[in-house]
C-alpha cells in the first residue's frame, strides 16, 4: 500500500515535470481546441434558418441526441467537482453522483416526451400555448437566463482551475483572464455553429469524456491489483478521517443544519434536471416524440456508466494524492482529477505530462460544450420569447430573431465572465446544484402544471416562476455559499450570510409549486379548457408538433 503514497519529493519532481514538460502541455491542450473549433465552424456553415440556429434543423437520430444530452449534462460539475467532492468528503461527495443520475428519471418520465411535442424552440413556447403570450414569454426569459448564468460560474470556476494548473498560473489576475479567454470562446462557439455546432461539439466530448473516465479508471484499480476494498481502504486511511470516510455524514450530518443542507441538496438534484433550459432544448433537436424517449434513454446509460466512473476517480485521488496535497492546488478539490491523471502517467515522466494534458483538454472540452449549449439556450430564449414575441410581438424575421440571439450571447457572455471571476475558488459541483435548485424552484412547476393541469392559469405561471426564481436567489444571496465562509464563499472577508443552508431547494422548490397553485386559484381569468384540451392531445400523441 506504500506505493500508494506520493512522498513530498515525488509532488516536487511532479511540479518541476509538468514545468520541463509545459510546451508538449499546452500544444496537446490547444490541438484539442482547435479541433472542437473547426467542428464548430463546419457546422456554421450548415446554419441556415431559426430552426438550424435553435434546433439543428431537427435531423439528428436518437443515439446523437443521446450522445450530444450526456455531452451537456456531464459538465465539469460531473468530472471536476464530483471527483475532488468525494477525494473530500468521501461517500457525502458521491452523493452528488446519486443526485444527478436519478434526476433523469423525473426528465424521461414526465418532461421529454410532452415537452417535444408541445413546443417549438425554448420552454416559453410550452407556457404561451395556453396563456397570455407577452407575460409568461417574458417569465420564460428571464428565468431561462438567470439559471444558465448560475450554471455557467460552474463551468467558468472549473475552466479557471485547469487552465491555471496547466500553465502554472497562480496569480488571481491570471485565472481571472483564463475566465474571460473562456467566455471569449464560448461566444463564438455559440454565434457561429448555433445548436449544429453545439450538438457535433458535446457529441465528440462525449466520446472523449468516457473514454478518458475510462482511462482512468482502468489505471487506478491496475494501482490496487483491481481490489476495490484495498482501494477504499487506502482512501479512508490517506483522508484522516478513517472509516468515517466511508460513511455518511462527513460533510452532511455533523449538526441539523447540514442534515438539512444534504435533504435540500437532495431534492434540488433529483428535480432539477427537468427545468434545465439546456437539456431542454435538447429535445427539439429530434424529428419525433419517440426519438426524444430514445435519447433520454441513450442518455441514461452512457451518463450511469460514467457516474460509476467517478467512484474510482475520486477516491483514487483520495488514495494516491490525498487531500492535503489536493486542496493546495485548489480549495474546492476542482483539481483533482487532473492531478491523479498526472499521478497514474508517471510523476515525472513524459507519460504523466501527456495524460495530464490530455484529460484536462477532455475536461476544457466538455466546459466548452456545456458553455456553449448553456449559452445557446439562454439567447434563444431572449431572441425567441422576449425579442421576436415580446418587443416585437411576432412581426420580426428570423434574419433579426437571429442576429438578437447572436448579441443575446454576448452579453450572456460578458455576464459569466464577470461572475465567473469571483467563484474560481468553489467546487463546481456545489455552484451546479445551486442552478438545479433555481431550475427545480422557477421552472419545473410551471412545466409540470401548464402541461397536467387545467386550472393553471397566467397569474399562476407568472407567481411560480418570479415567485420560485426570486426566493431561491435571494436565499443563495444571503447564503454561505456567497460570503460568510474564508475558505470557499464568492466574497470572501465578509459575512452577510442569514440563511444558514448552502442549497435553498429545501424552501424555494415547495414555495414555486405553492404560488403555482395559490396564484391559479386566487386568479379571475378563467382557464382555456379548450386549449388545455389541445395541448393535452399534443404532448401525449405528437399530433401537430413542429
Same mark, same amino acid.
Given at each position: 500500500?506504500?506505493?500508494?503514497?506520493?512522498?513530498?519529493?515525488?509532488?516536487?519532481?511532479?511540479?518541476?515535470?509538468?514545468?520541463?514538460?509545459?510546451?508538449?502541455?499546452?500544444?496537446?491542450?490547444?490541438?484539442? /481546441?482547435?479541433?472542437?473549433?473547426?467542428?464548430?465552424?463546419?457546422?456554421?456553415?450548415?446554419?441556415?434558418?431559426?430552426?438550424?440556429?435553435?434546433?439543428?434543423?431537427?435531423?439528428?437520430?436518437?443515439?446523437?441526441?443521446?450522445?450530444?444530452?450526456?455531452?451537456?449534462?456531464?459538465?465539469?460539475?460531473?468530472?471536476?467537482?464530483?471527483?475532488?467532492?468525494?477525494?473530500?468528503?468521501?461517500?457525502?461527495g458521491?452523493l452528488?453522483?446519486?443526485?444527478?443520475?436519478?434526476?433523469?428519471?423525473v426528465?424521461?418520465l414526465?418532461?421529454?416526451?410532452?415537452?417535444?411535442?408541445?413546443?417549438?424552440y425554448?420552454?416559453?413556447?410550452?407556457?404561451?400555448?395556453?396563456?397570455?403570450?407577452?407575460?409568461?414569454?417574458?417569465?420564460?426569459g428571464?428565468?431561462?437566463?438567470v439559471?444558465?448564468?448560475?450554471?455557467?460560474?460552474?463551468?467558468?470556476?472549473?475552466?479557471g /482551475?485547469?487552465?491555471a494548473?496547466?500553465l502554472?498560473?497562480?496569480?488571481?489576475?491570471?485565472?481571472?483572464?483564463?475566465?474571460?479567454?473562456?467566455?471569449?470562446?464560448?461566444?463564438?462557439?455559440?454565434?457561429?455553429?448555433?445548436? #449544429?455546432?453545439?450538438?457535433?461539439?458535446?457529441? /465528440? #466530448?462525449? /466520446?472523449?469524456l468516457?473514454?478518458?473516465?475510462?482511462?482512468?479508471?482502468?489505471?487506478?484499480?491496475?494501482?490496487?491489483?483491481?481490489?476495490?476494498?484495498?482501494?477504499?481502504?487506502?482512501?479512508?486511511?490517506?483522508?484522516?478521517?478513517?472509516?468515517?470516510?466511508?460513511?455518511?455524514?462527513?460533510?452532511?450530518?455533523?449538526?441539523?443544519?447540514? #442534515?438539512?443542507?444534504?435533504?435540500?441538496?437532495?431534492?434540488?438534484?433529483?428535480?432539477?434536471t427537468?427545468?434545465?433550459?439546456?437539456?431542454?432544448?435538447r429535445?427539439?433537436?429530434?424529428?419525433?416524440? #419517440?426519438?426524444a424517449?430514445?435519447?433520454?434513454?441513450?442518455?441514461?446509460?452512457?451518463?450511469?456508466?460514467?457516474?460509476?466512473?467517478?467512484?474510482?476517480?475520486?477516491?483514487?485521488?483520495?488514495?494516491?494524492?490525498?487531500?492535503?496535497?489536493?486542496?493546495?492546488k485548489?480549495?474546492?478539490?476542482?483539481?483533482?482529477?487532473?492531478?491523479?491523471?498526472?499521478?497514474?502517467?508517471?510523476?515525472g515522466?513524459?507519460?504523466?505530462?501527456?495524460?495530464?494534458?490530455?484529460?484536462?483538454?477532455?475536461?476544457?472540452?466538455?466546459?466548452?460544450?456545456?458553455?456553449?449549449?448553456?449559452?445557446?439556450?439562454s439567447?434563444?430564449?431572449?431572441?425567441?420569447?422576449?425579442?421576436?414575441?415580446?418587443?416585437?410581438?411576432?412581426?420580426?424575421?428570423?434574419?433579426?430573431?437571429?442576429?438578437?440571439?447572436?448579441?443575446?450571447?454576448?452579453?450572456?457572455?460578458a455576464?459569466?465572465?464577470?461572475?465567473?471571476?469571483?467563484?474560481?475558488?468553489?467546487?463546481?459541483?456545489?455552484?451546479?446544484?445551486?442552478?438545479?435548485?433555481?431550475?427545480?424552484?422557477?421552472?419545473?412547476?410551471?412545466?409540470?402544471?401548464?402541461?397536467?393541469?387545467k386550472r393553471?392559469?397566467?397569474r399562476?405561471?407568472?407567481?411560480?416562476?418570479?415567485?420560485?426564481?426570486?426566493s431561491?436567489?435571494?436565499?443563495?444571496?444571503?447564503?454561505?455559499?456567497?460570503s460568510?465562509?474564508?475558505?470557499?464563499?464568492?466574497?470572501?472577508?465578509?459575512?452577510f450570510?442569514?440563511?444558514?443552508?448552502?442549497?435553498?431547494?429545501?424552501?424555494?422548490?415547495?414555495?414555486?409549486?405553492?404560488l403555482?397553485?395559490?396564484?391559479?386559484?386566487?386568479?379571475k381569468?378563467?382557464?382555456?379548457?379548450?386549449?388545455?384540451?389541445?395541448?393535452?392531445?399534443?404532448?401525449?400523441?405528437?399530433?401537430?408538433?413542429?
Amino acid at each position: 500500500m506504500s506505493a500508494a503514497y506520493p512522498s513530498h519529493t515525488a509532488l516536487q519532481l511532479a511540479a518541476s515535470s509538468t514545468t520541463e514538460h509545459r510546451p508538449l502541455i499546452i500544444t496537446l491542450f490547444a490541438l484539442f /481546441v482547435a479541433a472542437t473549433l473547426a467542428i464548430t465552424v463546419w457546422a456554421g456553415r450548415q446554419t441556415r434558418s431559426a430552426a438550424d440556429f435553435y434546433a439543428g434543423g431537427r435531423q439528428f437520430t436518437a443515439f446523437q441526441n443521446g450522445l450530444a444530452v450526456s455531452g451537456d449534462y456531464m459538465s465539469a460539475a460531473s468530472f471536476l467537482g464530483i471527483a475532488g467532492a468525494i477525494a473530500l468528503f468521501g461517500y457525502d461527495g458521491f452523493l452528488y453522483s446519486i443526485g444527478f443520475l436519478v434526476a433523469w428519471l423525473v426528465a424521461l418520465l414526465l418532461v421529454a416526451e410532452p415537452l417535444r411535442n408541445s413546443g417549438r424552440y425554448t420552454m416559453g413556447d410550452v407556457l404561451a400555448y395556453r396563456m397570455r403570450q407577452r407575460p409568461v414569454r417574458t417569465a420564460a426569459g428571464v428565468s431561462t437566463i438567470v439559471v444558465s448564468i448560475f450554471y455557467l460560474l460552474a463551468q467558468m470556476a472549473g475552466a479557471g /482551475v485547469l487552465v491555471a494548473l496547466l500553465l502554472g498560473i497562480t496569480s488571481d489576475a491570471g485565472k481571472i483572464l483564463i475566465v474571460s479567454l473562456v467566455g471569449v470562446l464560448m461566444i463564438v462557439y455559440v454565434t457561429i455553429g448555433g445548436m #449544429k455546432g453545439t450538438t457535433w461539439v458535446q457529441m /465528440v #466530448k462525449a /466520446v472523449l469524456l468516457i473514454a478518458g473516465a475510462l482511462l482512468m479508471t482502468f489505471l487506478v484499480l491496475l494501482k490496487f491489483d483491481f481490489n476495490i476494498s484495498d482501494l477504499l481502504g487506502t482512501a479512508a486511511a490517506k483522508s484522516g478521517h478513517g472509516a468515517a470516510f466511508l460513511e455518511p455524514g462527513l460533510k452532511y450530518g455533523a449538526t441539523g443544519t447540514s #442534515k438539512l443542507d444534504f435533504l435540500s441538496l437532495g431534492i434540488a438534484l433529483v428535480l432539477g434536471t427537468a427545468g434545465l433550459p439546456h437539456i431542454l432544448i435538447r429535445f427539439y433537436t429530434v424529428p419525433t416524440a #419517440k426519438a426524444a424517449r430514445k435519447s433520454v434513454n441513450w442518455a441514461i446509460g452512457i451518463i450511469g456508466a460514467f457516474y460509476l466512473m467517478t467512484i474510482a476517480l475520486g477516491f483514487g485521488a483520495a488514495a494516491l494524492i490525498g487531500p492535503d496535497e489536493i486542496k493546495a492546488k485548489n480549495p474546492a478539490g476542482n483539481a483533482a482529477a487532473p492531478q491523479l491523471a498526472e499521478y497514474l502517467g508517471g510523476v515525472g515522466s513524459t507519460g504523466g505530462a501527456v495524460l495530464l494534458a490530455v484529460i484536462s483538454a477532455v475536461a476544457f472540452a466538455t466546459i466548452l460544450a456545456v458553455v456553449a449549449g448553456l449559452t445557446l439556450a439562454s439567447s434563444s430564449s431572449f431572441a425567441h420569447d422576449i425579442y421576436a414575441n415580446v418587443i416585437r410581438k411576432g412581426k420580426a424575421t428570423e434574419k433579426e430573431e437571429m442576429r438578437a440571439a447572436r448579441w443575446a450571447t454576448v452579453l450572456i457572455g460578458a455576464v459569466a465572465i464577470l461572475l465567473g471571476a469571483f467563484a474560481r475558488d468553489m467546487n463546481v459541483a456545489g455552484l451546479v446544484a445551486l442552478a438545479f435548485a433555481v431550475a427545480a424552484s422557477a421552472n419545473l412547476p410551471t412545466i409540470l402544471y401548464s402541461l397536467f393541469w387545467k386550472r393553471f392559469t397566467t397569474r399562476g405561471a407568472l407567481w411560480s416562476i418570479y415567485g420560485g426564481l426570486a426566493s431561491s436567489v435571494i436565499l443563495v444571496l444571503f447564503s454561505p455559499v456567497v460570503s460568510g465562509n474564508p475558505k470557499t464563499s464568492m466574497f470572501k472577508g465578509v459575512d452577510f450570510a442569514w440563511f444558514p443552508l448552502e442549497n435553498p431547494g429545501l424552501i424555494s422548490i415547495p414555495l414555486g409549486f405553492l404560488l403555482g397553485w395559490l396564484g391559479s386559484l386566487l386568479s379571475k381569468e378563467e382557464p382555456d379548457r379548450g386549449k388545455y384540451a389541445e395541448l393535452e392531445v399534443k404532448s401525449l400523441t405528437g399530433i401537430g408538433a413542429h
